[in-house]
Structure formats: structure tokens, C-alpha cells
């Protein structure tokens, strides 16, 4: 049974920085794709950041430059460092494991930045 647990999110003032982390069992870690998705109340799921399974990425225009995913294969876990962060960036952050063709999906952190 695959499990993903997100951590990290946190009450932030604008221009500040966090790390979220995801940390995943049960799953064939270094052979799946990796994202991070965010969705803020009322708006749809966007994906935020990805990467493969060989280390390509790919972001979110609004974040690129501020944002870094990265994964660390011997720990089954996958981060996504956030630097000059905005309040249109507050949302419940989600990472998502793909496996093949199949999805799973952590619980989600808060991001909060405001003032």
C-alpha cells in the first residue's frame, strides 16, 4: 500500500521561504514520476512542479525562479524548497507519486503566506 506524507507547511510572511516535504512508502520510489500540486479555496488543483524519474523538471510559470523540487531517491522522498514567497502562493500543497499509469496522493500542507 502506497503512502505519501506531506510536512512543512507553515504560517509565512511575504518574501520568506519554506520546504515542504514528501515523504513516500510502500512504493517503487526511484522508478515514479513526482509532483507537487496546490490548490487554494475555491480554485482548481494546479500542478506546481515535476519531476522525473531521471531528474528533468518542469514548473509553473508563476513560480519558476522561486521554486525548486528536487528528490532524494535513498530517502523515498521528494521536496519542494520555496524562496520569495507571495500570498497568491498560500494553498493546501499536495505531492503526488505516479507509478506506471497510476496515481497516489498525500494528505496535503497548509501554505500560508500573509502578513
Known amino acids: 500500500q502506497v503512502q505519501l506524507v506531506e510536512s512543512g507547511g507553515a504560517l509565512v510572511r511575504p518574501g520568506g521561504s519554506l520546504r515542504l516535504s514528501c515523504a513516500a512508502s510502500?512504493?517503487?520510489?526511484?522508478?515514479?514520476?513526482l509532483a507537487w500540486y496546490r490548490q487554494a479555496p475555491g480554485k482548481e488543483r494546479d500542478m506546481v512542479a515535476i519531476?522525473?524519474?531521471?531528474?528533468?523538471?518542469n514548473y509553473l510559470n508563476s513560480v519558476k525562479g522561486r521554486f525548486t523540487i528536487s528528490r532524494d531517491n535513498a530517502k523515498n522522498t521528494v521536496y519542494l524548497h520555496m524562496n520569495s514567497l507571495k500570498p497568491e502562493d498560500s494553498a493546501v500543497y499536495y505531492c503526488?507519486?505516479?507509478?506506471?499509469?497510476?496515481?497516489?496522493w498525500g494528505q496535503g500542507t497548509q501554505v500560508t503566506v500573509s502578513s
Open positions: 510502500g512504493a517503487s520510489f526511484s522508478m515514479s514520476t
Open positions: 503526488k507519486l505516479r507509478f506506471i499509469v497510476t496515481d497516489y
Open positions: 519531476i522525473t524519474t531521471g531528474g528533468s523538471t
